[in-house]
C-alpha cells in the first residue's frame, strides 16, 4: 500500500500543478469524468450509464466480451489511432481524452446494422449473443485502424482474444471472411472457359458472369461475382432508410486538447496520478515509494479484483515520453518501458524489413512470440515494462531478454541510470532487482551478429491466448574455425519450469568450444535434464510432459540453426530429412493447409474433406501443433496435439 503521510502528499502536490478535470467522449458524446472514480473499470462505468452492450465475462481480459474500441490522437504523427480493448481491465480514467465506441455507436436496428454486424447475423455468428459484442468491436477496431483491407490472417488474429462458446468459430470467421483481401489474382484475373463456353470465375472456379472489366459493356447491368463487394443492406426500423455507412469521427475537442498532470480520487482514499514528465513521475515515486506504476493493468487489474490486492496510489505513466521511446541505436535497440506490446510487435517489423537480416534474429524470434502473447486486446494496452517487472515465471518474454543478451536501464529518483543484464534481474518469485526509489526506463536490445540465431518457443493447452506451460529462449553463435564450425556463444533459458526464468548453465558450458555436430545432441540433452529438474510434485503438473518439452525445444532448436546453416549451403549434417518438418512454423503450415483446403476441399465430398484435413492433421500433430481447422465438419474432431 502506498504510504501516504501527509508531508509526502503535501510534496506530490507542491511539485506540479495538478488538475482534476477529465473527459472522455463516448459514441461521439463528451463526458466530464467527476473526481472519485479512479476504483472503476471502463466497463462498470459503461453499464452504469446505461450502455449494456458491452459484456462482463470473466472480468480478467480473458473473454473478450468487454471489448470496445478507443481512439486517440497521436500529437507526433497528427492521425488519430484506432485499437480495440478489454473494459473490463481498463482503469476508468487511463482513457481520459480519449474517444471511445462501444456496440451502440456503430449501429443498431433504428440506424441500421453496421455491416460487420450484420454479417455475423446473416452467417448465423450468434447464438447466445453474450460474446457477440465483443466479437463485432473486435472486427470494427481492426476494419477502423487498417489502411487497406485486411488479410484472413489478420482477421483471425485479431479474433483471438474473443471466446465463443456456443455458436463455434467457424460461422464467425465466415461472417467476417467478406472484409478480407485476399489474392489480387482472383479478383483481377479474366476468366477462363469451360468446354461449353460458359465463362469461368477465378475466384470460385465455377461458371459465372465474370467478364474482364474491359469487356463488360457499359450498360451491362450484371455485376461480375468477382468483382462484387460485400454492400451492407440492412435497413431501419423507422423509415426503412439503408445504413448511412457514416462511422463517428475523432472529436475535433480532443484532437486540440491539451493534455494535464491529472491527479484524481477513488473510492477508500484510493489516488489516481498521471504525470506527464519524467522528473513528475520520479518525484512522485519519492513520495510513495509504494506507489503501484500502471500502464496496461493488465497484471494489476487482475491483482485487484481477483486476489485482494489493495494499492492506495496508482501513477498511470502511460503519458511520460521517456518510456515510450523506440530508436534505432547503433548497438541495438531502445525500447522504452511502457512501450505497448502492439507498438513493439508494429516497431520490430519496421526495424526486420529495413536492417540486415543477421542483424535482426532477436526481432524475429521477439515478433513471433508476441503472435503468442495474449490475444489483441490485451496487447493494444499491456506494457513491455509491465511484463518484465511483474516476473511473472511463466512470462513469454523474459526467458527472450535473458537469451537475447538484453539490458534493463534502471533509473532512480536522483536521476542516476544504472543498467543491468537482464540475465541477472530476476531473483526470486516476482522479486526484481529494483529498490523502491527505482523504475525500469527502458530495455536495451543488441543486434545479434553473422551466424547467430535466435529462437522463442511456447507451449501452451491452445496456442492462442493461453498462458505457458513451458516456454524459452534459445541463442546460438557459430564461427568457423579450421574448417569447422564451433559453438562459440550459446544462451539457453527456459520459463514455466522454475520461480525465475531457468538459465541450462552446465548445458552452455558444454556446449561452448564444441564443433557443431548431430552427435552433440545426446549429451546435451543429459546435461539439459541436470539443469531443468523438474521435481515430481512440481507446481504446475504435467512433469513428464514438460521435461520432454525442455528437450525437444532445444531439438527444434539444434534443427533450426543447421537448417540456417544448411540453406547458406554452409553445413550438411546427416540429420534425418523427416525431422526438418518441425521447424515449419505453424503460420507457413497453415496458410498451406488452408490453400489446399480451398482449391481442392470445396468441391469434395464430405469423406475426402475429411481425408485432405487428415494429411494436414498428421503433419500438424508431428510438430506438436494445434490447428483451427477452416471447414465446419471437421473442426470439432480436430483437438489438442
Ligand atoms: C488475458 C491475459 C492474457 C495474458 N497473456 C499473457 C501471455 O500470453 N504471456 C505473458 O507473458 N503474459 C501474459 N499476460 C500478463 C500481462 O498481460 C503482461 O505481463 C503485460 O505485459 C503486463 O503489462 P501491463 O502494462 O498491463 O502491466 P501493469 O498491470 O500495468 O503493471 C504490471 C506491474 O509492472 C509494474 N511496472 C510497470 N512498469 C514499470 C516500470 N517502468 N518500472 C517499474 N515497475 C513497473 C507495475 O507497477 C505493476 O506492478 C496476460 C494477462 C492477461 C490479463
Ligand atoms: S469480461 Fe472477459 S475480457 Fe473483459
Ligand atoms: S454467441 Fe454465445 S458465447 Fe458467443
Not at 18 to 24: C, L, T
Not at 49 to 75: F, N, P
Not at 162 to 187: E, H, M, Q, W
Not at 304 to 319: C, G, L, R, W
Request: net charge neutral; charged share 20%.
Amino acid at each position: 500500500m502506498g504510504s501516504l503521510t501527509k508531508a509526502a502528499q503535501e510534496g506530490a502536490s507542491a511539485a506540479v500543478d495538478w488538475s482534476d478535470e477529465a473527459v472522455i467522449y463516448v459514441n461521439g458524446v463528451r463526458r466530464v469524468l467527476p473526481d472519485g472514480l479512479a476504483h472503476l473499470t471502463l466497463l462498470q462505468y459503461l453499464r452504469d450509464i446505461g450502455l449494456r452492450g458491452t459484456k462482463l465475462g470473466c472480468g480478467e481480459g480473458g473473454c473478450g466480451a468487454c471489448t470496445v474500441m478507443v481512439s486517440c490522437y497521436d500529437q507526433t504523427t497528427k492521425k488519430s489511432q484506432h485499437y480495440a480493448i478489454n473494459a473490463c481491465l481498463a482503469p476508468l480514467y487511463s482513457l481520459e481524452g480519449m474517444h471511445i465506441i462501444t456496440v451502440e455507436g456503430i449501429g443498431d436496428r433504428q440506424r441500421g446494422l453496421h455491416p460487420v454486424q450484420e454479417r455475423l447475423a446473416e452467417a448465423h455468428g450468434s447464438q447466445c449473443g453474450f460474446c457477440t459484442p465483443g466479437f463485432v468491436m473486435s472486427m470494427y477496431a481492426l476494419l477502423r485502424s487498417s489502411k487497406h483491407p485486411p488479410t484472413e490472417e489478420q482477421i483471425e488474429d485479431s479474433l483471438a482474444g474473443n471466446l465463443c462458446r456456443c455458436t463455434g468459430y467457424r460461422p464467425i470467421i465466415d461472417a467476417f471472411r467478406v472484409f478480407a483481401k485476399t489474392d489480387d489474382s482472383l479478383y483481377t484475373a479474366s476468366p477462363s472457359e469451360n468446354a461449353n463456353g460458359q465463362a469461368i470465375c477465378p475466384s470460385t472456379g465455377k461458371p459465372c458472369s465474370c467478364r474482364n472489366e474491359t469487356e463488360v459493356s457499359a450498360n451491362e447491368s450484371s455485376t461480375p461475382c468477382s468483382v462484387k463487394s460485400y454492400l451492407p443492406c440492412s435497413y431501419n426500423e423507422i423509415d426503412g432508410n439503408s445504413y448511412s455507412e457514416k462511422e463517428l469521427i475523432f472529436p475535433p475537442e480532443l484532437q486540440l486538447r491539451k493534455f494535464m498532470p491529472l491527479k484524481l480520487n477513488g473510492f477508500n482514499g484510493i489516488r489516481w496520478y498521471r504525470p506527464l514528465k519524467l522528473e513528475q513521475l520520479l518525484h512522485l515515486r519519492s513520495c510513495y515509494p509504494d506507489a503501484k506504476l500502471i500502464i496496461g493493468n493488465s497484471e494489476v487489474g487482475v491483482e485487484t479484483k481477483f486476489k485482494n490486492a489493495q494499492y492506495k496510489v496508482m501513477i498511470s505513466v502511460t503519458h511520460v515520453p521517456e518510456l515510450h521511446t523506440l530508436k534505432v541505436e547503433e548497438h541495438g535497440l531502445h525500447i522504452g518501458s511502457a512501450v505497448r506490446l502492439a507498438q513493439l510487435q508494429k516497431f520490430l517489423k519496421n526495424v526486420i524489413a529495413e536492417r540486415g537480416s543477421h542483424e535482426t534474429s532477436s526481432c524475429h524470434a521477439i515478433l513471433r512470440q508476441l503472435k503468442w502473447f495474449a490475444g489483441t486486446q490485451i496487447r493494444n494496452v499491456a506494457s513491455v515494462g509491465g511484463n518484465i517487472c511483474t516476473a511473472s515465471p511463466i512470462s513469454d518474454l523474459n526467458p527472450l531478454w535473458m537469451a537475447t543478451g538484453a539490458n534493463f536501464q534502471i533509473i532512480d529518483v536522483n536521476n542516476n541510470v544504472r543498467t543491468t543484464a537482464a540475465k541477472d534481474f530476476f531473483l526470486g518469485y516476482r522479486k526484481v532487482d529494483l529498490k523502491a526509489d527505482e523504475i525500469l526506463l527502458s530495455v536495451i536490445l543488441p543486434w545479434t551478429r553473422p551466424y547467430e540465431y535466435v529462437k522463442e518457443f511456447k507451449q501452451a493447452h491452445r496456442r492462442e491466448d493461453d498462458i505457458a506451460l513451458v516456454n524459452a529462449g534459445m541463442r546460438m553463435h557459430i564461427t568457423e574455425a579450421e574448417g569447422n564450425w564451433i559453438v562459440s556463444d550459446v544462451s539457453i533459458v527456459y520459463g514455466g519450469v522454475a520461480a525465475v526464468p531457468l538459465t541450462a548453465a552446465k548445458t552452455e558450458k558444454f556446449l561452448v568450444g564444441k564443433k557443431l555436430d548431430d552427435g552433440l545432441l545426446d549429451e546435451t540433452f543429459n546435461f539439459l535434464k541436470e539443469d531443468i529438474p523438474l521435481a515430481e510434485n512440481a507446481p504446475g503438473g504435467m512433469v513428464e510432459f514438460r521435461s520432454s518439452l525442455t528437450l525437444s525445444f532445444f531439438f527444434k532448436f539444434f534443427l533450426h540453426v543447421t537448417h540456417e546453416m544448411n540453406i547458406k549451403g554452409l553445413w550438411k549434417v546427416g540429420l534425418d530429412a523427416a525431422n526438418m518438418s518441425a521447424i515449419q512454423s505453424y503460420t507457413d503450415l497453415f496458410l498451406l493447409q488452408h490453400k489446399v483446403m480451398n482449391q481442392w476441399g470445396k468441391e469434395l465430398p464430405w469423406d475426402n474433406q475429411w481425408f485432405i484435413c487428415q494429411l494436414c492433421f498428421r503433419s500438424l500433430v508431428r510438430q506438436n501443433m494445434l490447428m483451427t481447422h477452416q471447414h465446419p465438419q471437421i473442426t470439432c474432431m480436430l483437438l489438442w496435439c
